[in-house]
C-alpha cells in the first residue's frame, strides 16, 4: 500500500504459476493490488505488501494460491492465546467477535 | 413496495440526525456490537426488474453509509446478517461470506425480483466469498465492485468499471483517525486495573504516600494511553519503525522523558523514577499501538505474530524492570 510497509519477509502468499489457469479473478480481489496477469498468468507483484487476507486464494478455481489466512488482530490474537490456557477476559471472545 | 417474492422496504438515501448520531456513537464503542439493521432485500429508490443488486453487511454503520452513497439512485440493497459486524471483519470470521450470501438470496425471493443475475459486493467482501461457489449455488454472478463506498457511484456511471484507484487500498489521515475513539475507549478501561496501582506504587515512592507524585504517575499513564492509541495511529507513516511496538514505545517513552523532565523539580525527584517512566509508558504505549495493527488495512496475520512474539517480551521485561526501579527509589534516601 502506498505510503506503508509492514514487516518484510513474513508473507506466506504462494502462486503456482504452473496450476493456474489464468482465470484473472485473483487480481480482481486482491486489494492491495499484489497479483497481476501476465502471458496469461498470474504474478505476483510484491509479496511484502501483501495482507493474508485470503481472498485470492478462496477464489481461485484451481487452488494454485496458497496463503495462511486470518486476521492480522493482536487483541484477537491475545485473547486466543489466553483462551488456550483457560483464561478469559471479556465474555465474548475478542471485541469485534459476533455472538 | 410490492415484488414477486413479497412486499420490500423501501429506504431513502439521507441520513437523519438520529442515524449521524448513532454512528458517532459507535465510533465511540457505546453500543456498537448492537448497532444493526435486520437482514434481508430493501429498495432505494424505485428499483425495477433491471436494477443493480448491491450486497452489504448488518452493521447499520454500513447500510447507512450505502443507502446515502447511492442517494437518488434506484437499486435493490441485499443485506447480509453479519451480526452487526463491518463487511471486512465479517468476511474474515466468514459471517459474511458464501452460504449467508446463498441463504439469503433465497430467503429474499431475489430471483422473482430481478430479470438479471448479478449482484455487487464490496472488494472487501471477497475474503468471505467465494464467486464461483456462489454462481453454482444461486445462479447469481458475484462481481467485486470497489473498495470504497464512496466510489460506488462512479462504478456504476462507469458501467460496472472499476479504475484502479477504486480497486487499490487506502489509510489517509481521515480514514485513520475515525479509528482513534474506539482505540481510546479501549485503552481508558487499564486505567482502573493498570494506570491506578502504577500510580499507587508511584505515589508511595518518597517512603511515604504523596498525592501529587500519584498524580504524576497517573497522568503520566493517561499520556502513554494517548500515545498509543491516538499518537501513533494518526502519525503512523511519519514514525520510524515498521513494528507498530516500536513506533508506540518512541513516541511513548520520548513523551515520558519530555513531560518527566518538566514536572520533574515538582515531584518525580529522582533519576530513577524517571528511568521507570519512560520504561513503563514506552511499553504501554507500544502496546496499545500494537494493538492497532487490528484496526489497519496493511498488517499481515504472519506479521502480527512476529511482532508479537518479539516485542511482547521486551514490554514485560522494560515493565518489570519500571517497577524495580520504583521500588528502589523508595529504598534509596
Excluded at chain 1, 487480481?27 to 498470474?42: F, G, N, R, T, Y
Excluded at chain 1, 484477537?76 to 469485534?96: E, H, P, T, V, Y
Amino acid at each position: 500500500m502506498r505510503g506503508f510497509r509492514y514487516i518484510p519477509g513474513v508473507v506466506t502468499l504462494e502462486l503456482d504459476q504452473d496450476i493456474c489457469i489464468g482465470c484473472g479473478i485473483c487480481p480482481q480481489v486482491c486489494p492491495h493490488l499484489i497479483l497481476e496477469m501476465q502471458d496469461s498468468k498470474a504474478r505476483i507483484r510484491n509479496r511484502d505488501e501483501c495482507m493474508e487476507c485470503g481472498a485470492c486464494a478462496l477464489n481461485c478455481p484451481v487452488k494454485a494460491i496458497r496463503v495462511d489466512a486470518g486476521v492480522g488482530c493482536a487483541s484477537g490474537m491475545i485473547n486466543q492465546w489466553l483462551a488456550g490456557f483457560n483464561i478469559r477476559l471479556k465474555k465474548d471472545a475478542s471485541s469485534c467477535s459476533p455472538p | 413496495m410490492p415484488t414477486e417474492a413479497g412486499p420490500v422496504a423501501v429506504i431513502g438515501g439521507s441520513l437523519t440526525v438520529a442515524d449521524i448520531l448513532g454512528g458517532c456513537k459507535a465510533r465511540w464503542g457505546i453500543g456498537r456490537l448492537s448497532y444493526i439493521v435486520p437482514p434481508g432485500l430493501y429498495a432505494i429508490g424505485a428499483p425495477d426488474r433491471a436494477a443493480p443488486v448491491v450486497v452489504t453487511a448488518n452493521y447499520k454503520m454500513s447500510y447507512d453509509l450505502v443507502r446515502r452513497a447511492l442517494d437518488r439512485r434506484n437499486i435493490w440493497l441485499l443485506v447480509l446478517e453479519t451480526y452487526g459486524i463491518n463487511v471486512w471483519c465479517a468476511a474474515g470470521k466468514g459471517t459474511f461470506g458464501t452460504g449467508e450470501l446463498v441463504r439469503r438470496i433465497a430467503d429474499s425471493g431475489l430471483c422473482r425480483v430481478v430479470d438479471h443475475r448479478r449482484l455487487l459486493l464490496p472488494i472487501m467482501g471477497a475474503s468471505g466469498v467465494k464467486a464461483l461457489e456462489v454462481k453454482k449455488r444461486s445462479g447469481f454472478e458475484v462481481r467485486f465492485a470497489t473498495l470504497r463506498i464512496g466510489d460506488l457511484p462512479t462504478y456504476l456511471d462507469n458501467g460496472m468499471q472499476a479504475d484502479h484507484e477504486m480497486r487499490e487500498l487506502t489509510f489517509s489521515f481521515r480514514e485513520r483517525l475515525v479509528l482513534t475513539p474506539i482505540e481510546m475507549v479501549g485503552g481508558m478501561k487499564s486505567l482502573a486495573y493498570a494506570g491506578l496501582p502504577l500510580a499507587l506504587l508511584g505515589g508511595f515512592g518518597g517512603g511515604s504516600f504523596s498525592v501529587q507524585r500519584f498524580l504524576v504517575v497517573f497522568l503520566l499513564y493517561g499520556m502513554a494511553l494517548f500515545c498509543g492509541t491516538f499518537l501513533v495511529p494518526l502519525l503512523l507513516p511519519l514514525i520510524p519503525g515498521r513494528m507498530f511496538a516500536v513506533k508506540g514505545a518512541i513516541v511513548g517513552s520520548v513523551s515520558a522523558l519530555l513531560a518527566g523532565v518538566s514536572l520533574g523539580r515538582f515531584s518525580v525527584a529522582g533519576r530513577l523514577e524517571l528511568a521507570a517512566m519512560v520504561l513503563m509508558m514506552g511499553a504501554i504505549s507500544a502496546f496499545y499501538a500494537m494493538n492497532f495493527t487490528g484496526s489497519t488495512p496493511f498488517t499481515s496475520p504472519s506479521g502480527v505474530r512476529r511482532e508479537m512474539q518479539c516485542s511482547l517480551p521486551v514490554m514485560a521485561g522494560a515493565v518489570l524492570l519500571g517497577i524495580v526501579l520504583l521500588v528502589m527509589g523508595m529504598l534509596l534516601p
